[in-house]
């Protein structure tokens, strides 16, 4: 079953989506050369509190921290700890989450340590969120979940790799549906499955979290033996982008952007929904 929410229960989600773009904006600044994925995690911590805000990450299925910290071929899931010093050069994809009166919020990022990256990398992480984005401007009342599907895996498909070769999309994580929990039905694929049909019809009141994670190789991935970090098995490096989104009558709203993803949509030709808390 498919939750679908009211608009006052999409601006609840808003106030959710805004803590965890304050999040990104903190950590972001904090991803520097010499500090540890536990330092993110503190700073990620206390800008939950500072929110009166909880993470919907802590204590999810057992895992043990406030964000996910997953640094250059870690895909997802990425525990926080003092072993990992960033280095100048290295990308990490941070994941974070927020629970506020009950409702959640969900999105990821790739940041770029420090100077010197590869131009393969900076594509990656470009090709990674541009197709978050063909993937959201997709989703339009009267399509079907497989078109956003469609949509991601089509614009990463037409990007040419640095150097030859193709984008791997990872096939064993994908979007999900958000709202009173964080992880709900409809699982999101980010490449066309046929055998799964089309999906459910979006609907107002759909709300989706879109999230490809794309490496430089393969498109598979195994787990190590902390039960959660995810890493690509032939050790390339990987990009992950995410934003929660909520369908109106009026348009996509990126909950987790702090434009609510209007600059962007203009961008490719789609008007963002009226921002409830604005």
Not at 238 to 258: C, D, F, N, Q, R
Request: proline share 6%; aromatic share 6%.
């Amino acid at each position: 079953m498919v939750e679908i929410k009211t608009p006052e229960q999409i601006a609840k989600m808003r106030e959710a989506g805004l803590v965890v773009a304050a999040v990104h904006a903190a950590t972001a600044e904090a991803a520097v050369p010499g500090a540890t994925t536990r330092d993110l995690d503190a700073v990620a911590r206390k800008v939950l509190a500072e929110h009166g805000a909880k993470s919907n990450f802590l204590g999810y299925g057992g895992f043990p921290a406030t964000i996910c910290t997953s640094a250059n071929e870690v895909v997802v899931h990425g525990i926080p700890d003092d072993r990992t010093v960033l280095k100048d050069g290295d990308i990490i994809s941070i994941d974070a989450g927020a629970i506020v009166d009950g409702w959640h919020g969900d999105a990821a990022f790739t940041a770029f340590v420090g100077t010197g990256h590869a131009p393969e990398l900076i594509e990656l992480s470009r090709v990674t969120e541009e197709s978050m984005w063909a993937g959201i401007a997709a989703m339009r009342v009267g399509a079907r979940l497989v078109d956003v599907s469609r949509a991601i895996e089509t614009y990463i498909r037409r990007q040419p790799r640095p150097g030859g070769g193709k984008y791997g999309i990872i096939e064993d994580y994908g979007g999900h549906g958000i709202g009173t929990q964080m992880h709900m039905d409809p699982h999101l694929l980010n490449y066309v499955a046929r055998k799964r049909g089309k999906g459910p019809k979006l609907v107002p009141g759909f709300c989706l979290a879109i999230e490809p994670m794309v490496s430089l190789g393969t498109p598979h991935t195994e787990v190590l033996q902390d039960d959660w970090t995810v890493i690509t098995t032939d050790g390339t490096w990987s990009s992950h982008w995410e934003h929660s989104i909520a369908l109106t009558e009026e348009g996509p709203l990126v909950l987790t952007a702090p434009d609510g993803g209007k600059a962007k949509l203009a961008e490719l030709g789609v008007t963002a929904a009226p921002d409830p808390l604005a």
